[in-house]
């Protein structure tokens, strides 16, 4: 293969290529174009294969010139150049070219690889300075490193431990109400529900031990409010406790708030039974004896002490500094002074001993539903029994007022599902006195057999109760069938409860 080589050429002489294309070289088969070179440039032939020198005098006898005032040079005619082409040897196939050799790239200096689509890139790494202690080598590695600033502003928090209680979990590191520790030393946690939790506390001015019901603010619901002429806007039960005063509902004493609680003080009823296991089947029509169900004092725990609030302190002890907002006692749990925990202690109640204290929660009942309100979540929890079995009515959490007009229904249901009536167990609406009723009929039979009467929803929806295993009267099993009747309609009210020949014996 031959190439075509113009040597240099002063810069006197016209160019046969633009100025800016002078540096670059035309491929083979453009330069094949030129066959002839100006008159002054013969002596560019003699650097020519003399095969083409040959060819090109034969191209001047059948071409024509045309002379061109910027390139001087002479073009053939078409036929010419065919010959031309077809006369030069072929070109090397590209395959049989020796291949450029491998260049050697370093990717030292190369940025890292992008991490793939859709994942979080890594963390950007944090200079950490080496600390230096003023202390030998063996010394400071016993050492714990020294605490940032920020560290030192916000300490972090005790290592997490598993918490005995509720309120213990919530307190913790909590500001309370400034006035309510004034006011009242903290004490034990006494129960906890959906809304909140309860504590012991005693009231400093006489000492008198009371319920503080902490109500987390961020769970009450939206239709759970009410407005009080003196409080403002505060939660149903605190409405509800503030303006009714019966015998059988726990009375309420005092309100505070502050940015995450409110602050329910009531009384203090109930006792923390614990069991003799006497045997239950003696009965009797006068009320029931406390000798056979002995609750625990404060003193009985700790013989020669004295229990205040839950914190106890010796008599010859001095009286211990009062709390500040951030200095919460041990919260621990109190036994439960409630019908439940009365009737798991002891199996079951006698009839006898099953009215005097059934014929107390009918009497709450009836208070209310004289002033349309509803308890809706009637159950053997919220119910505190004392030593004497006295009874007192608790939680209106979720109490409201009954619709008007009389058509109007409820259509949510916020009790306690074993004591959930068939209309509200098939997701229709309801009315609250007629579901009150089911709800009564079933803490009498669980009193009077210390077991449920419904074992399913659908046996309470769809079936009659399970047939008591101990005897009772017939008037007692009539009370029964009357409060527990499917049919809304047919049902039981309040007045007929509280006249029946049962109540009244």
């Known amino acids: 293969m031959f190439d075509l080589h113009v040597p240099y050429v002063s810069s006197s002489m016209p160019l046969p290529f633009p100025q800016h294309q002078q540096a670059k070289r035309e491929p ?18 003699h650097h020519q294969h003399p095969q083409q020198q040959q060819h090109q005098q034969q191209q001047q006898q059948h071409s024509f010139s045309t002379h061109d005032s910027h390139s001087h040079y002479t073009l053939t005619s078409s036929s010419a150049r065919k010959a031309t082409n077809a006369s030069i040897p072929p070109r090397v196939p590209i395959s049989s070219r020796a291949k450029p050799s491998k260049l050697a790239v370093s990717t030292a200096n190369l940025p890292p690889a992008c991490p ?17 202690y003023p202390y030998p080598q063996h010394v400071a590695q016993q050492l714990p490193p020294p605490k940032t600033k920020a560290q030192q502003a916000y300490p972090s928090p005790d290592p997490p431990t598993p918490a005995d209680s509720m309120a213990e979990r919530y307190l913790n590191r909590h500001q309370l109400n400034a006035a309510f520790v004034s006011m009242y030393t903290l004490g034990q946690e006494l129960g906890s529900g959906g809304f909140g939790f309860v504590c012991s506390a005693v009231r400093k001015c006489d000492e008198r031990e009371v319920a503080c019901k902490f109500i987390v603010k961020s769970k009450v619901p939206a239709q759970g409010w009410a407005r009080d002429a003196e409080l403002g ?26 940015m995450t609680f409110f602050y329910l003080i009531t009384e203090l009823h109930g006792a923390p039974w614990t069991s003799t296991r006497s045997d239950p089947s003696g009965e009797s029509s006068a009320p029931p004896p406390t000798q056979t169900l002995t609750p625990i004092t404060p003193t009985s725990f700790f013989p020669g002490e004295r229990a205040s609030g839950g914190m106890v302190s010796s008599g010859s002890a001095p009286a211990s500094p009062p709390l500040s907002p951030m200095m919460i006692p041990k919260l621990t749990r109190r036994p439960s002074m409630d ?17 005097f ?8 009942i009836k208070h209310l539903h004289s002033l349309g309100i509803v308890h809706r979540d009637i159950k ?11 009874v007192k009515l608790i939680d209106f959490g979720s109490a409201a007022f009954v619709p008007q007009p009389t058509g109007k229904l409820f ?27 089911w709800a009564l009929g079933c803490c009498l039979y669980i009193m009077l057999n ?32 009357c409060m527990l009747e499917k049919r809304p309609s047919r049902r039981a009210s309040i007045h007929d409860v509280a006249a029946h020949v049962w109540l009244n014996m």
């Open 233 to 258: 806007v505060v939660p149903m039960e605190v409405f509800m406790l503030k303006n009714i005063q019966h015998d059988n509902i726990i009375t309420y004493l005092d309100f505070f708030e502050d």
């Open 450 to 481: 210390g077991e449920v009467p419904f074992t399913t929803p659908a046996q309470a929806a769809q079936h009659a109760y399970t047939f008591p295993k101990h005897r009772l009267s017939p008037q007692c099993m009539d009370l029964l069938d």
């Open 28 to 45: 083979l088969q453009a330069r094949r174009l030129f066959t002839e070179a100006p008159q002054h440039h013969h002596h560019l032939l």
């Open 339 to 355: 019908l439940f925990e009365c009737i798991e202690q002891h199996d079951r109640l006698t009839e006898s001993q099953a009215r």
């Open 380 to 390: 053997d929890e919220n119910i505190l029994v004392d030593e004497h079995f006295c």
């Open 116 to 132: 793939p689509p859709n994942k979080p890139l890594p963390p950007r790494p944090v200079a950490v300075p080496l600390q230096r």
């Open 411 to 437: 259509d949510r249901f916020l009790g306690t599902i074993q004591y959930a009536s068939p209309e509200i167990l098939r997701g229709e609406k309801y009315r609250g006195p007629e579901a009150e009723i």
């Open 357 to 364: 204290v059934f014929r107390q929660i009918i009497s709450a």
